[in-house]
């Protein structure tokens, strides 16, 4: 008796199983890999954005709103040209920030307007404003609110 054609050889079979189960592990390793390079790509993204925010946070309260708040308290002007970087600082976090940081931005903006349009304050009434924590009060709110902003972000 002579097999039939349509009959298959136990070896193609075989060699059919072999390359069904590299065709489908190939294919898992490259889905594998893709959806890992998403995922890394995705979170190196988040990281240099929260990253270039908390620089922007720092150059705001560091080099702006600190400068600016102690500079107005001994020097009274109607020379504002030094609070436009504080107003562009500001301006850029309108782009990227939360609303919470940049209502408390606005609110240290006033503040400072405020100081420069008051009299001048002494050395000894700066001193006695540092130790009541007044100066420090200022920025506290501001850091809060770009901690949680940075918080939602991660």
Request: hydrophobic share 45%; aromatic share 8%; proline share 2%.
């Amino acid at each position: 008796m002579a097999l039939a054609e349509t009959d298959l050889n136990p070896a193609y079979i075989s060699a059919f199983a072999g390359l069904a189960g590299a065709i489908i592990g190939g294919l898992t390793s490259f889905a594998t890999s893709w959806f890992t390079q998403q995922a890394q790509l995705r979170n190196a993204g988040r990281d240099a954005r929260r990253a270039k925010l908390e620089a922007l946070y720092n150059e705001y309260i560091s080099v702006a709103a600190a400068g600016l708040y102690v500079d107005a308290l001994t020097h009274q002007t109607e020379d504002l040209s030094k609070m436009v970087p504080l107003y562009a600082l500001g301006s850029r976090m309108r782009l990227v920030s939360a609303r919470a940081v940049t209502d408390v931005a606005l609110r240290i903006d006033d503040n400072i307007l405020a100081t420069y349009m008051a009299p001048n304050r002494s050395l000894q009434e700066v001193r006695d404003l540092t130790r009541e924590g007044q100066i420090k009060t200022l920025l506290i709110a501001f850091s809060e609110a770009c901690r949680e902003d940075l918080a939602g972000r991660a």
